[in-house]
């Protein structure tokens, strides 16, 4: 047992855990668990069903009083879940959350049609160096794009997740959410 905090990873839509890898040595102050929620990475339950069900998963997943870094639209997932249970991140770090701000976006429509979203899902999974530019604006090697491209081939969690991101849900957590949150 680590006497180190518990940090858990959450990486946005599409995600696994391995796309942490590179990321790990970064955090040595702390006992660092990247997490597959159900349909993500290698997790071999099916996708949920609402937005509800994801945040119960991520309660169930993690333990109260730790920490939690997400990035992307699980940004509004962590939202959800603090707002069902107030208090069980001691720290909630939001790394690029469209999630919470996609009132502002144009994504979420972008990603409405069901044949858009599995285009994008095939080529993300097939071709994701074609969205190397809104990845990084560093280059990458071809060993990053391979890793990524495995992960949004493994996800069954991408193409139903759109359809429960949802702009009209984000503005009332802000106020419901009485927890700290850094948004970076």
């Known amino acids: 047992m680590s006497d180190l905090p518990l940090m858990y990873l959450l990486g946005g839509n599409g ?61 509004l997932l962590v939202m959800h879940a603090l707002q069902r249970q107030p208090g069980h991140f001691c720290r909630s770090v939001l790394l690029a959350p469209v999630g919470a701000f996609l009132w502002q976006r144009s994504l979420p429509a972008l990603m409405s049609p069901l044949a858009i979203r599995k285009t994008i899902h095939w080529l993300l999974a097939n071709k994701p160096k074609l969205f190397a530019h809104k990845f990084s604006r560093h280059a990458w090697p071809d060993s990053h794009y391979q890793r990524m491209g495995a992960g949004y081939a493994r996800c069954r969690a991408f193409i139903p997740y759109w359809d429960m991101v949802r702009a009209d849900t984000a503005l009332p957590l802000l106020e419901w959410v009485q927890d700290s949150i850094e948004l970076v």
């Open 15 to 75: 995600s696994t855990a391995q796309w942490w890898d590179d990321a790990l040595p970064h955090f040595q102050r702390y006992q660092v668990v990247p997490l597959e929620l159900p349909g993500f990475g290698s997790n071999p339950l099916p996708p949920c069903d609402d937005i509800a069900a994801y945040a119960d998963a991520l309660l169930a997943a993690t333990a109260r009083g730790s920490s939690i870094v997400a990035v992307g639209v699980n940004a």
